[in-house]
């Protein structure tokens, strides 16, 4: 049995999921968003996030961690403060000496609907048949738990193929 952290950065609000994998079966464990103050400056912002996470981190003690990659936006202005934001995401689970494991939009949605061209809705609809009693507050949370699901995926093929497991 393996637990597993999901992130969705953000810097207004980052998406978070835990759940528990142990072969093929997934259990929902908790989700959440961590929301920042906007009229505080970015530095104060990023804190928020860091302070979060190093609670979440130590609330359900995860083994490992996933974050999804973010969408360069056209505005350079929020690209940076986002990609900010994302570091801060990448770098709590790192600080706590968990393996962070990166995934684009595209594979997530990929492993969580099958298609990598699903919208939020049938990725919000999909993690609610696969994790049972996940209560996804927000779109965030949502994508936060399709990181997790797509990483224990991921993962479970790895371990498979470490083992020497060739399919039929």
Do not use: F
Not at 149 to 161: E, F
């Amino acid at each position: 049995m393996v637990r597993l952290l999901g992130l969705d950065p953000g810097l207004q609000h980052t998406g978070w999921g835990v759940v528990e994998s142990s072969g093929s079966r997934l259990r929902h464990l908790g989700d959440g968003v961590i929301s920042t103050t906007a009229d505080l400056s970015l530095a104060e912002r990023l804190c928020q996030i860091h302070r979060a996470l190093n609670t979440l981190l130590d609330l359900w003690k995860p083994d490992e961690a996933a974050v999804e990659h973010t969408y360069v936006n056209k505005n350079p202005g929020a690209a940076l403060k986002l990609g900010q934001a994302r570091g801060v995401v990448l770098l709590a689970p790192a600080l706590a000496g968990l393996p962070v494991a990166e995934y684009q939009a595209m594979e997530v949605k990929r492993a969580v609907v099958g298609t990598g061209h699903a919208d939020k809705v049938q990725v919000a609809e999909m993690v609610r048949r696969l994790l049972p009693g996940a209560t996804l507050k927000r779109a965030d949370a949502s994508d936060a738990l399709a990181v997790a699901i797509c990483h224990a995926h991921h993962r479970n093929t790895r371990v498979a193929l470490a083992k020497g497991y060739v399919p039929a």
